[in-house]
């Protein structure tokens, strides 16, 4: 009997040991974690706006907190002071045909009449300046000078627009206001997969909005999202976007702007996009400073050769062109009178360089020539039939018909 009690007295102790020494351990090891996490992440650093720059500037992403399970509630109450909702009226021509189609009505009026309704719609934007200047999408406020804004708290503004760029989606409008809040902006080309995306706005009019969701893909194509004339590359997030959120800002888990809201896919569930912050403030910029945003144009058509297009949809044969490379971009056809036309550039030629970059897709020629400046050279590398050429192309500024 002795004996047994001592073997459950040793056994009892040893067990108590090693749940003390696990729990010991544990924490030396989430205190290590901890320490080699922070070690290895640089400080939060703020990057230098540009000169006599309205805009705030960019911020360098940091290390989110550890631990910190309130961060979505944390971010809502930071930034949703400064999404507001944008109201727009708009006068939309038409010719109701359908009507007069009667004889009589043609014998006295040969020619269409036309008609005018009044559409309303209804958007989101951001405060980026606390003297009322608002990032938006153009779709929310094109066809209208004047737009009604409605803060949180509940104050009405009348916003002038101050430009749109269509090929971009991006508009900026402005509130006559004081000591407004604001946002900060983030940096979207730091961005990693999987992470946190938080997007609030004004979906059917419900304001303030707040959903959640996950950086789903970077880079995505216009022609991918839908809107081929279009000049951006789209971040993809599941974070619920919908009717009314247009414009309003996709957050970072710390409560940057890291794109503008602007397009889901309507025959699809948890496909949203956005516009990067870094694209939509450099338009942004332009248009309070000038009205209008100026996009460099070289004037080709182009597609890229990979192997679909190569083996499997042969496009090169299809086009008339024989010995192209496997990779690279196609020139398929050069406008008249073009700065490529102007150049030297054949249709044939295949661009495997832009500006000292590789470029393997017609969306990265595009993406060199969109952030070039007018009027300034840009060395583009091509093969023409296995000879390599450097041809130096200055870019115009894209034609608006």
């Given at each position: 009997?002795?004996?047994?009690?001592?073997?459950?007295?040793?056994?009892?102790?040893?067990?108590?040991?090693?749940?003390?020494?696990?729990?010991?351990?544990?924490?030396?090891?989430?205190?290590?974690?901890?320490?080699?996490?922070?070690?290895?992440?640089?400080?939060?650093?703020?990057?230098?706006?540009?000169?006599?720059?309205?805009?705030?500037?960019?911020?360098?992403?940091?290390?989110?907190?550890?631990g910190n399970f309130n961060f979505i509630s944390e971010v809502a109450q930071k930034v949703g002071p400064a999404v507001v909702r944008i109201e727009a009226t708009r006068q939309v021509s038409f010719n109701n045909s359908e009507n007069f189609e009667h004889p009589l009505f043609k014998h006295f009026f040969p020619e269409q009449i036309p008609f005018?309704?009044?559409?309303?719609?209804?958007?989101?934007?951001?405060?980026?300046?606390?003297?009322?200047?608002?990032?938006?999408?153009?779709?929310?406020?094109?066809?209208?000078?004047?737009?009604?804004?409605?803060?949180?708290?509940?104050?009405t503004y009348e916003g002038r627009v101050l430009g749109i760029d269509?090929?971009?989606?991006?508009?900026?409008?402005?509130?006559?206001?004081?000591?407004?809040?604001?946002?900060?902006?983030?940096?979207?080309?730091?961005?990693?997969?999987?992470?946190?995306?938080?997007?609030?706005?004004?979906?059917?009019?419900?304001?303030?909005?707040?959903?959640v969701g996950i950086i789903s893909a970077k880079d995505?194509?216009?022609?991918?999202?839908?809107?081929s004339d279009k000049r951006v590359k789209f971040i993809q997030t599941d974070a619920a976007i919908n009717p009314g959120n247009s414009g309003g800002?996709?957050?970072?888990?710390?409560g940057e702007v890291i794109g503008i809201n602007t397009a889901i896919r309507a025959d699809a569930q948890g496909l949203g996009f956005a516009i990067p912050i870094e694209t939509a403030s450099r338009i942004a910029e332009q248009l309070y400073t000038t009205g209008k945003a100026s996009h460099p144009y070289i004037g080709i058509q182009m597609i890229t050769l990979n192997q679909d297009t190569i083996k499997n949809d042969n496009i090169p044969q299809n086009l008339g062109f024989e010995n192209v490379p496997e990779k690279g971009v196609l020139v398929v056809k050069v406008m008249e009178n073009s700065p490529a036309s102007q150049a030297g550039f054949l249709p044939g030629d295949v661009?495997?360089?832009?500006?000292?970059?590789?470029?393997?897709?017609?969306?990265?020629?595009?993406?060199q020539v969109e952030i070039s400046t007018i009027g300034e050279?840009?060395?583009?590398?091509?093969?023409?039939?296995?000879k390599f050429i450097t041809l130096k192309v200055y870019p115009a500024e894209f034609p608006i018909e």
């Open positions: 009997m002795n004996k047994l009690i001592s073997q459950i007295f040793v056994s009892s102790s040893l067990l108590i040991m090693g749940t003390a020494l696990g729990v010991w351990g544990s924490r030396q090891l989430a205190t290590l974690n901890q320490s080699s996490v922070s070690d290895t992440i640089p400080p939060e650093t703020s990057l230098q706006p540009v000169a006599n720059s309205v805009f705030p500037p960019f911020k360098q992403s940091s290390p989110q907190k550890q005018e309704r009044t559409e309303r719609g209804t958007g989101s934007g951001f405060i980026v300046s606390d003297d009322g200047l608002i990032m938006t999408n153009a779709h929310v406020v094109e066809g209208t000078s004047f737009v009604s804004v409605l803060l949180p708290s509940g104050k269509s090929m971009t989606d991006v508009a900026v409008v402005k509130i006559t206001a004081e000591n407004l809040p604001t946002v900060i902006l983030g940096k979207a080309k730091n961005l990693i997969i999987g992470e946190w995306a938080i997007a609030i706005g004004n979906p059917l009019g419900l304001d303030n909005t707040v959903t995505r194509s216009s022609s991918e999202v839908g809107v800002p996709l957050l970072n888990a710390r661009i495997n360089n832009v500006n000292n970059i590789e470029v393997l897709t017609a969306q990265d020629v595009q993406e050279v840009i060395p583009i590398r091509i093969d023409r039939q296995g």
